[in-house]
């Protein structure tokens, strides 16, 4: 159920009977341990439970065995008003899509909204007001990083450091608005990078009527810090153009669901193949033409596994740790004094797998079991996922 941003701490939480941790790291993406304890919403300590402090904890939750991962990162949404789109006039994607393990989205632009204004003092206002919104309204618990103003022509510096000052840390797609050349994408990110403000670009060509096609020459030149769905939202640019993006510049290599999946399994052998796996994040591009997909991350990772051939543990990577380290986030990875944002899975039931990685390297969904954001466990079961085989269960709290 949407909910307001809670001001409740959560005390302390114990999650114990962990079977598998995934850390979210790339360099270590399973950890040792069978449980964790949070304080206040915090990371406190990860291990083994006879080697923890448990004591006082308001909540226990018992993992029954599941895994335990990072809470998923949506890198690319486009909300618009509470947990309302117009898009697919749909209710309740955001909370829907907690069900699917995402605990923390980025907008990547609030361009649905009906009637967005278009002018400099009215996509600032927009940008402001989106922020503040999703500040203090968290639909599901989800932290939804909004605020996100799709950059015209005209705009000048000090705009840049107004926006920064009212709080806003993201730039919607480049491309979806009036600039569409380099040299004017590439001097309005060098000012929102000045001031903190972090650029995402739209890759490929035009995903609704009224956007327009962006190629290589346009991403590399105006050098904007998230290669937004390089794999085309959903039109892809040719394969040669994606490697060319590849090579040409280290920034964020985004895959979204609802963009060219065939390209995405590209991009990944590319940066494979480059040893620069780190940089590969995952979105959803959501809410869409294509829809709403509350297990749009899952599905991504389960298919970048199964069909990219990456261990699971790795895919997980994309969802969690190597997103809120492109973005700088302080959630993402299993690590003391992160945010104890947590989705609790196991293989689905009936799933020929032996366990969860093995499940999703075979192209199945995990079932989720339970999430936790900030401390505070926010829903048992999934109502979107299979089911299941093992559910944690809390058993005092
Ligand atoms: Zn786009």
């Known amino acids: 159920m949407a909910q307001e941003a809670t001001t409740e701490t959560a005390g302390k939480l114990v999650i114990r009977n962990i079977g598998l941790i995934l850390s979210g790291m790339l360099e270590r993406p399973i950890l040792d341990g069978d449980a964790i304890v949070a304080i206040d919403g915090k990371i406190a300590a990860i291990g083994r439970l006879k080697?923890?402090?448990?004591?006082?904890?308001?909540?226990?939750?018992?993992?029954?065995?599941?895994?335990?991962?990072?809470?998923?990162?949506?890198?690319?949404?486009?909300?618009?008003?509470?947990?309302?789109?117009?898009?697919?006039?749909?209710?309740?994607?955001?909370?829907?899509?907690?069900?699917?393990?995402?605990?923390?989205?980025?907008?990547?632009?609030?361009?649905?909204?009906?009637?967005?204004?278009?002018?400099?003092?009215?996509?600032?206002?927009?940008?402001?007001?989106?922020?503040?919104?999703?500040?203090?309204?968290?639909?599901?618990?989800?932290?939804?990083?909004?605020?996100?103003?799709?950059?015209?022509n005209g705009m000048v510096e000090s705009d840049f450091a107004e926006l920064a000052s009212a709080g806003v840390k993201l730039l919607g797609e480049i491309g979806l608005g009036g600039v569409k050349d380099g040299p004017t994408g590439r001097k309005m990110v060098e000012w929102a990078r000045k001031y903190g403000i972090q650029s995402t670009i739209h890759t490929g060509g035009p995903s609704i009527p009224g956007s327009g096609l962006i190629d290589k020459d346009i991403v590399l030149e105006t050098d904007a810090d998230i290669v937004g769905h390089i794999n085309g939202g959903h039109t892809a640019l040719p394969d040669d153009q994606i490697?060319?993006?590849?090579?040409?510049?280290?920034?964020?290599?985004?895959?979204?669901?609802?963009?060219?999946?065939?390209?995405?399994?590209?991009?990944?052998?590319?940066?494979?193949?480059?040893?620069?796996?780190?940089?590969?994040?995952?979105?959803?591009?959501?809410?869409?033409?294509?829809?709403?997909?509350?297990?749009?991350?899952?599905?991504?990772?389960?298919?970048?596994?199964?069909?990219?051939?990456?261990?699971?543990?790795?895919?997980?990577?994309?969802?969690?740790?190597?997103?809120?380290?492109?973005?700088?986030?302080?959630?993402?990875?299993?690590?003391?004094?992160?945010a104890a944002d947590f989705v609790l899975m196991d293989k689905a039931q009936h799933s020929p797998a032996n366990s969860l990685l093995e499940s999703v390297r075979l192209g199945d969904l995990p079932g989720v079991g339970m999430v936790i954001i900030d401390g505070l466990v926010r829903a048992g079961r999934s109502r979107n996922t299979p089911p299941a085989t093992r559910i944690p269960a809390v058993i005092a709290g």
Not at 307 to 331: K, S, W, Y
């Open 51 to 152: 080697d923890l402090d448990t004591e006082g904890a308001r909540t226990i939750v018992d993992a029954n065995g599941a895994t335990l991962a990072p809470g998923l990162i949506d890198s690319h949404v486009h909300p618009v008003a509470g947990d309302w789109t117009p898009r697919q006039s749909q209710l309740n994607w955001i909370d829907s899509s907690m069900h699917g393990g995402v605990t923390t989205m980025i907008s990547a632009g609030e361009v649905h909204t009906p009637g967005r204004a278009r002018d400099i003092v009215g996509l600032k206002a927009m940008a402001i007001a989106a922020q503040r919104a999703y500040t203090n309204f968290r639909p599901g618990g989800v932290k939804l990083h909004a605020g996100a103003p799709v950059i015209e």
């Open 243 to 338: 490697r060319c993006i590849c090579e040409g510049c280290k920034r964020g290599l985004e895959l979204v669901h609802n963009g060219n999946e065939r390209s995405a399994l590209f991009t990944l052998r590319t940066a494979r193949e480059m040893n620069e796996l780190e940089r590969v994040i995952l979105g959803t591009d959501g809410p869409a033409g294509s829809g709403v997909q509350p297990l749009g991350i899952l599905r991504m990772v389960s298919m970048l596994s199964s069909l990219g051939d990456i261990p699971a543990e790795i895919a997980f990577c994309f969802a969690t740790g190597n997103t809120a380290r492109m973005r700088q986030l302080d959630c993402g990875l299993i690590e003391v004094g992160r």
